[in-house]
T-cell receptor
């Protein structure tokens, strides 16, 4: 069964360093998302991406964050200068639109755990 | 703004008993409602969804959920719980804008 893959599974970084988290969504999906989860609790929306541009972003997704889909397969989340509070599990998800609209379920990757020291 | 409330942090049931995990939502327009399950150190897995049609939807692993428009609820149910159902369950709502908003999650513990 097709799946969303994420790398790395765990990254430890120093505060102020740049981090890039990578995702390969399911190949025929068109909508892509990043969510984060702190300490196994609430799942928070960061950003949605469609047709090679951001379609929506949350208040969390400030100027330190960026996303891109550089080669038509990978979907990356970059954090320019990490803070302690960026420590979380970051999940990539993708959706296959049904009937021309985005009403399908999210397919999640296994997550990338980011630890900022 | 859309939101989801899962009023119970924890639900405990005995194996073989029915289970209910509660969810209420708020959204403009037609609600698209989902349940996901998360096992420790794993990503979220889709269980079931309500888009339109019958108010009772059936999903994976014997789970079902009932959509109630007047009560803005979408409770997850299973007639007979298994120990292997123990996990963290998330209700989510998506409005017309596309993004999904998740509840805070409910930890289900099924005891033998």
């Amino acid at each position: 069964e097709p799946e969303v893959t994420q790398t790395p599974s765990h990254q430890v970084t120093q505060m102020g360093q740049e981090v890039i988290l990578r995702c390969v969504p399911i190949s025929n999906h068109l909508y892509f998302y990043w969510y984060r989860q702190i300490l196994g609790q609430k799942v928070e929306f960061l950003v949605s991406f469609y047709n090679n541009e951001i379609s929506e972003k949350s208040e969390i997704f400030d100027d330190q964050f960026s996303v891109e889909r550089p080669d038509g397969s990978n979907f990356t989340l970059k954090i320019r200068s990490t803070k302690l509070e960026d420590s979380a599990m970051y999940f990539c998800a993708s959706v296959l639109p049904r009937g021309g609209s985005d009403t399908g379920e999210l397919f999640f990757g296994e997550g990338s755990r980011l630890t900022v020291l | 703004a859309q939101s989801v409330a899962q009023p119970e942090d924890q639900v405990n049931v005995a194996e073989g008993n029915p289970l209910t995990v509660k969810c209420t939502y708020s959204v403009s327009g037609n609600p698209y409602l989902f349940w996901y399950v998360q096992y420790p150190n794993r990503g979220l897995q889709f269980l079931l969804k309500y888009i339109t049609g019958d108010n009772l939807v059936k999903g994976s692993y014997g789970f079902e959920a009932e959509f109630n428009k007047s009560q803005t609820s979408f409770h997850l149910k299973k007639p007979s719980a298994l120990v292997s159902d123990s996990a963290l369950y998330f209700c989510a709502v998506r409005g017309n804008a596309g993004k999904s908003t998740f509840g805070d999650g409910t930890t289900l513990t099924v005891k033998p």
